[in-house]
């Protein structure tokens, strides 16, 4: 689990009330719910875990003080969770110590056209934010409380081929559940804690479409500029680029969003999405390691692993196999690059040249980058257009920080 402080951070306890010595938690959620990571923003501070979990019946820590459990207890989520909308029943590992079970962790699907009806995101999501809230409310008191209560706002996203009205409204119903609080009981050794999750507004939009409000704007709503379009101005010899040029560009933008399972095509001019140019494929790096996988654990004795290991091993420079699986994956990238860049020809031709920026973010931009960026922008060269390839530190965060931007005006709205 990491977590980051966003700037302009309100008092550390604000949206905590004691209520007959219960603590009420308010959050605005922003959740972009990965096939590979979950990234959440519970008001203005980040959150990531693996987007997995496993049923388990552990044993009982009787051993060990509850409070002792609360300083990492967001890397050793063990809940059950109480839910109409939520047919997995029983005790549930989730994210990194769904790693520590011995059973297999349930992935996202990362077939199209599924997200909306799976139990994972919300599993996750209610497990991620009942862990938060106990925990800060703990920290707040420096007790246990025998429970808390929780009243959220949330945006969220679909890929872009599952969103349409029926499925949006359908996965925000999961959440609103009828305005009756989801239940989560959380344990701390051999005590838990119920955590009553309501959802009080949830508003549900295609996947690479929060990017661009990241992308033209910063956190204050300004036009966003600086260091992450520092390596576009040098590479084209610009004097300056900011989010303003971004939303008035007299030509269409094309993004390419690749992410685990998916990568999203969203077609856009201005704030506006062209909707019979845009387009969403099942071909995120997920694929790649679906191929690589099976030979890696083969070549290497491995007995078992999951997708969430093996990507570990390729992208953690001290683990141990870094170099054999970053070799395995980069085995099946090429083959990759050349079917994504000759789908971003046929959008080209699709659109008779209409493109004047291609943008690529997500975090399987990162690992695609080598391969990917020269052929991109070989391409762009020839319809007179340019590519912005979003930095790293940047690249995975995108949706994240756009549904953020939109929630927090989609409220201010609601209060004028």
């Given at each position: 689990?990491t977590?980051?402080?966003?700037?302009?951070?309100q008092p550390?306890?604000e949206?905590?009330?004691?209520?007959?010595?219960?603590?009420?938690?308010?959050?605005?959620?922003?959740?972009d719910?990965?096939?590979?990571?979950?990234?959440?923003?519970l008001?203005?501070?980040?959150?990531?875990?693996q987007?997995?979990?496993?049923?388990?019946?552990?044993?009982?820590?009787?051993d060990?003080?509850?409070?002792?459990?609360?300083?990492n207890?967001?890397?050793?989520?063990h809940?059950?969770i109480i839910?109409?909308q939520?047919?997995?029943?029983?005790?549930?590992?989730?994210?990194?110590k769904a790693l520590?079970?011995?059973?297999?962790?349930?992935n996202?699907?990362?077939?199209?056209?599924?997200?909306h009806?799976e139990?994972?995101?919300?599993?996750?999501?209610?497990?991620?934010?009942?862990?938060?809230?106990?925990?800060?409310?703990?920290?707040?008191?420096?007790?246990?409380?025998?429970?808390?209560?929780?009243?959220?706002?949330?945006?969220?996203?679909?890929?872009?081929?599952e969103w349409?009205?029926t499925?949006?409204?359908?996965?925000?119903k999961?959440?609103?559940?009828d305005?009756?609080?989801?239940?989560?009981?959380?344990?701390?050794?051999?005590?838990?804690?119920?955590?009553?999750?309501t959802?009080?507004?949830?508003?549900?939009?295609?996947?690479?479409?929060?990017?661009?409000?990241?992308?033209?704007?910063?956190e204050?709503?300004?036009y966003?500029?600086?260091?992450?379009?520092?390596?576009?101005?040098?590479?084209?010899?610009?004097?300056?680029?900011?989010?303003?040029?971004?939303?008035?560009?007299?030509?269409k933008?094309?993004?390419?969003?690749?992410?685990?399972?998916?990568?999203?095509f969203?077609?856009?001019?201005?704030?506006?999405p062209?909707?019979?140019?845009?387009?969403?494929?099942?071909?995120g790096?997920?694929?790649i390691?679906?191929?690589?996988?099976?030979?890696?654990?083969?070549?290497?004795?491995?007995?078992?692993?999951?997708?969430?290991?093996?990507?570990?091993m390729v992208?953690?420079?001290s683990?141990?196999?870094?170099s054999?699986?970053?070799a395995?994956?980069y085995?099946?990238?090429?083959d990759?690059?050349?079917?994504?860049?000759?789908?971003v020809r046929?959008?080209?031709?699709?659109?008779?040249?209409?493109?004047?920026?291609?943008v690529?973010?997500?975090?399987?931009?990162?690992?695609?980058?080598?391969?990917l960026?020269?052929?991109?922008?070989?391409?762009?060269?020839?319809?007179k257009?340019?590519?912005?390839?979003?930095?790293?530190?940047?690249?995975?965060?995108?949706?994240?920080?756009?549904?953020?931007?939109?929630?927090?005006?989609?409220?201010?709205?609601?209060?004028?």
């Open positions: 689990m977590t980051k402080a966003k700037k302009n951070e550390k306890f949206h905590i009330t004691l209520k007959n010595e219960i603590p009420h938690v308010t959050y605005n959620v922003k959740n719910n990965g096939n590979s990571t979950q990234k959440l923003i008001n203005n501070k980040y959150y990531s875990q987007n997995i979990y496993v049923k388990d019946k552990p044993k009982k820590e009787t060990r003080e509850p409070m002792s459990f609360v300083p207890l967001l890397d050793n989520l809940v059950n839910s109409s939520v047919k997995t029943t029983g005790d549930l590992y989730v994210g990194k520590s079970s011995n059973k297999i962790p349930n996202m699907s990362i077939n199209l056209g599924r997200k009806k139990d994972l995101p919300v599993i996750n999501t209610l497990a991620l934010i009942a862990g938060v809230a106990l925990q800060e409310s703990i920290e707040l008191t420096n007790d246990i409380p025998e429970s808390v209560k929780v009243t959220c706002n949330m945006a969220t996203a679909l890929p872009l081929l349409d009205n499925t949006s409204d359908i996965f925000s999961r959440f609103i559940n305005e009756q609080p989801h239940k989560v009981n959380v344990y701390l050794a051999n005590i838990n804690v119920t955590v009553e999750i959802f009080k507004n949830t508003i549900v939009i295609p996947e690479g479409i929060a990017a661009l409000y990241s992308l033209v704007q910063d204050n709503s300004y966003r500029e600086g260091e992450i379009f520092k390596e576009f101005i040098e590479e084209y010899g610009l004097q300056d680029f900011t989010g303003e040029d971004i939303i008035n560009m007299r030509r933008k094309l993004d390419l969003d690749i992410g685990d399972g998916t990568i999203e969203p077609v856009t001019q201005g704030y506006l062209d909707t019979t140019l845009s387009s969403g494929k099942p071909w790096i997920g694929k390691v679906d191929l690589a996988l099976p030979e890696f654990i083969e070549q290497y004795g491995f007995e078992d692993l999951s997708r969430q290991e093996f990507m570990t992208t953690d420079t683990d141990s196999y870094h054999e699986a970053k395995k994956f085995e099946y990238t090429e990759h690059v050349d079917l994504i860049v000759r789908y046929d959008l080209i031709n699709k659109s008779r040249k209409a493109f004047e920026l291609i690529v973010y997500g975090g399987g931009s990162i690992l695609l980058k080598d391969a960026y020269p052929a991109l922008k070989e391409l762009a060269e020839e319809s257009a340019k590519v912005l390839y979003i930095p790293e530190k940047y690249a995975v965060n995108m949706n994240v920080d756009g549904l953020s931007i939109l929630l927090e005006q989609a409220l201010k709205q609601s209060n004028q």
